[in-house]
């Protein structure tokens, strides 16, 4: 078990010197990792809406069908990127360009998976603190997606057409798509 996910973990491109200089965006899924698990373990601040009294008790179950949502949709990413998966921003060499299914439609479905995860964390929990992570995490997928397409430019030709036509994370939203 431990042999295989160091096998993974190698063929994904990690590296001790990785984690010391940055060269495989490194630091941009510690980040990510990082306001993520903020997101899970930080308690609501301050404890109550300021949402009119009629909608709070939709926001919760909102939420919930948000997240849900959002961890099918990255399944499905997942599963549609197959052996061209990596965490880092950093895309596998040998990797053909996805460009049908999900990544039709967005070039980074798994950014907009972890927002909108983020979003039902948001209605679940409430307070200031989560929209702050959700704003937090929209501004670093954003940069960690920039950052990955400057290696897809570079690895793949085609790239440039393909993101002409297909929104970045969050179609017609400004600093998500800059089509």
Request: charged share 15%.
């Amino acid at each position: 078990m431990i042999h295989t996910i160091a096998g993974t973990l190698q063929r994904w491109g990690f590296s001790r010197a990785g984690w010391r200089d940055n060269r495989r965006g490194e630091w941009w899924l510690l980040a990510q990792l990082v306001l993520i698990a903020l997101d899970v373990v930080l308690p609501t601040w301050p404890s109550t809406w300021a949402w009119p009294p009629l909608l709070l008790p939709w926001l919760p179950a909102t939420g919930l069908v948000l997240l849900l949502g959002g961890l099918l949709l990255a399944g499905v990413a997942f599963v549609q990127l197959g052996e061209s998966l990596t965490p880092l921003p950093e895309p596998m060499p040998s990797a053909p360009l996805k460009q049908l299914g999900l990544y039709g439609i967005c070039r980074h479905p798994l950014y907009l998976a972890v927002l909108i995860c983020s979003a039902g964390m948001v209605l679940l929990r409430g307070g200031v603190l989560h929209p702050l992570l959700l704003l937090a995490l929209a501004v670093l997928l954003a940069g960690k997606a920039r950052r990955e397409e400057q290696a897809l430019m570079a690895l793949h030709p085609e790239f440039a057409a393909y993101r002409q036509r297909t929104a970045a994370i969050v179609p017609l939203c400004p600093g998500l798509d800059w089509r």
